[in-house]
């Protein structure tokens, strides 16, 4: 995966903008991917279940979802230090 697209790029694909379709169609080759946290904004925000069909059938294939892992606390690190 080359590209993590952030949810208000995905929304404004999903809206039709032409530009944003054009660089996703054209990047898809290099990977495209969302967080789990994306894909949950963009559920969350769906109206009806005809718009989460529609998330999931627009994404379902062309995106690799991207778990969120564990960083280390830098914060904790930081106050040791």
Known sequence: MKYLCDTCILVDYLR?????RQILSR???DGLGMSIITHMELMVG???KQ???TIKKAFHEAFYRQKITKTPNYWEKSKEE
Request: net charge negative; charged share 55%.
């Open 16 to 20: 039709g903008d032409d530009d944003i």
């Open 27 to 29: 990047d898809r080759k």
């Open 46 to 48: 769906a109206f009806n």
């Open 51 to 53: 718009e989460v069909k």
